[in-house]
């Protein structure tokens, strides 16, 4: 992974902002670090990175809020960090936005599969979804060379994650995909995986794209009606 992919790690912890900003080094990331939340959100606005990495639990601004504060206006993939068995900080963070989590304390192989695994969603082109060109939905329209995405003539904006999800469910319209197919084809979980990420990313995406368009099958999965 090149250096020129950019990485601001948020962590008060003085310890472990700097392993794993040497560990992220090592990898081949730049890494730039911010030890508050407030500081964090001032350094994204200068700095925009490729990534954000951020603990859920910050001084001045927790990680639920910078990853609010963020979400307003970027799209910028974001993994967020939280105290292994802290369940509620794990849905409060994908409910504001994050991408994807990790537990700590943090296995930097693991650490780095999820990074890779967001960036590869940021960077996603057409080689294993819908083929270029516009697919329409009524008034949805996604245009899978250009990855925009339109409800009713207006653009809507999707974070990578997102945007991943409702390529998957639009190359499979009327089809029932469960959770783990769901992991492993967005997320790239070659395990299994917290189903909530999945729920809760369907949650914001209904949000955005109108709830109606994605059908929960209950006790099986979710479908994009065609």
Do not use: H
Not at 87 to 112: I, N, R
Not at 155 to 177: D, I, Q, S
């Amino acid at each position: 992974m090149s250096a020129s992919v950019s990485v601001l790690l948020v962590e008060d912890d003085d310890v472990i902002r700097r392993t794993l900003a040497m560990a992220l080094s090592r990898y081949g990331y730049g890494v730039a670090t911010a030890g508050d939340g407030l500081a964090g959100l001032e350094m994204f606005r200068r700095a925009t990175p490729d990534l954000l990495l951020l603990d859920v639990m910050l001084p001045g601004l927790d990680g639920i809020g910078l990853c609010r504060r963020i979400r307003e206006s970027s799209t910028c993939p974001i993994l967020m960090m939280s105290a292994r068995g802290e369940s509620l900080d794990v849905v409060a963070g994908l409910e504001a936005g994050a991408d994807d989590y990790v537990t700590k304390p943090v296995d930097t192989s693991v650490l780095v599969a999820r990074i890779r695994s967001v960036l590869r969603r940021a960077g996603y082109r057409d080689d294993s979804g819908p083929a270029g060109g516009a697919l329409a939905f009524g008034d949805l329209v996604i245009d899978t060379g250009a990855l925009e995405v339109t409800v009713g003539g207006e653009p809507v904006a999707l974070t990578p994650t997102e945007l991943r999800l409702l390529l998957e469910f639009a190359a499979n319209a009327g089809l029932v995909l469960d959770r783990s197919t769901l992991l492993r084809t967005v997320w790239d979980y070659g395990w299994d995986g917290d189903s909530r990420v999945v729920d809760l990313c369907v949650q914001r995406l209904r949000r955005k794209i109108g709830a109606q368009r994605i059908e929960t099958v209950r006790g099986f999965g979710y479908k994009l009606r065609p």
